[in-house]
């Protein structure tokens, strides 16, 4: 499937099923980084997570060429190894 065929089927998803593919991504970005993000009581946290992202006002961004936000990510990630959070 192409990337654009995949976002115009996201963009169809509900609001609490973006939210789901979001935290799906952020953790997949994290194992590949080598960060385990994920704990034992991950259904919970994930509700915590949908409760917090639904009480916000969303921000529509691509991260297509966002090299500085990945550059930030990667660090912040790298960080929160160091310091034994991931």
């Not at 976002?7 to 799906?24: A, E, G, N, P, Y």
């Not at 919970?44 to 992202?53: I, P, R, V, W």
């Amino acid at each position: 499937m192409l990337l654009n065929d995949l976002l115009k089927t996201v963009s169809k998803l509900s609001h609490q099923d973006k939210l789901r593919l979001i935290h799906f991504l952020l953790l997949e970005v994290a194992r590949e980084e080598g960060c385990n993000l994920e704990s034992t009581d991950n259904q919970e946290q994930e509700n915590a997570l949908l409760k917090q992202l639904e009480s916000t006002e969303a921000v529509i961004w691509s991260p297509y060429e966002a090299y500085e936000a990945a550059q930030t990510l990667s660090e912040l990630l790298t960080a929160a190894k160091q310091e034994g959070h991931a």
